[in-house]
């Protein structure tokens, strides 16, 4: 388990990947880059700069918001875009490039929780909720699910309803891309 660790707005990160806008604010602005890939579920934008991704976004109907946009590698986006390429080789099941997120405590608390439901598992609305203190508050969950910047690196697809229904998918294609998700990582889904 990665260690937690409150920031001075008391925003809970990991230590090691996972930071509040108040440390992204704290260390100035860094130069973004881009990098876009292809992969089974359709073309990805990896966005970040030299420490960390901060955004991964799944071209909706074959379309990025950064088409248009040249490249600019930085060595943690091509190392993001290898790791990628061997899950969806069947060869890694989990991510170690860093990233960096920007959210409300609510929301960072139930990302951390997205990077410890492991390949191949699933987790409940209901289940996130009470492991981050607010058992009743499956809206805000699916909420907070729904804004993760970087999908996949923070698996959010492995989030189904009680009974093992898919309720939504808000990257790439919807619904779609979060089946195929499942079925490469032999989740079963209804």
């Not at 579920?41 to 990896?46: E, H, T, V």
């Not at 890694?92 to 439901?117: C, K, M, N, Y």
Request: hydrophobic share 40%; charged share 15%.
């Amino acid at each position: 388990m990665t260690p937690r660790t409150p920031t001075a707005s008391g925003s809970v990160h990991s230590t090691d990947t996972v930071r509040s806008t108040d440390a992204v604010h704290s260390t100035g602005a860094a130069p973004t880059g881009l990098l876009t890939i292809t992969s089974p579920i359709g073309r990805i934008a990896l966005h970040g700069d030299a420490e960390a991704v901060t955004r991964l976004e799944i071209a909706t109907d074959g379309v990025l918001s950064s088409d248009g946009i040249p490249d600019s590698p930085t060595p943690v986006l091509k190392r993001a875009a290898t790791e990628l390429a061997q899950y969806f080789a069947g060869k890694r099941t989990d991510f170690s490039v860093p990233v960096r997120l920007a959210g409300t405590p609510f929301q960072q608390a139930i990302w951390h929780q997205l990077r410890e439901i492991p390949f191949g598992a699933v987790r409940g609305y209901g289940q996130l909720g009470l492991a981050t203190g607010r058992a009743t508050a499956g809206r805000a969950v699916g909420g907070a699910v729904g804004a993760n910047p970087v999908p996949l690196l923070i698996p959010c697809h492995r989030v189904l309803a009680s009974d093992a229904r898919i309720t939504g998918y808000s990257a790439g294609d919807g619904v779609s891309t979060k089946v195929w998700l499942l079925d490469h990582e032999g989740i079963a889904h209804r």
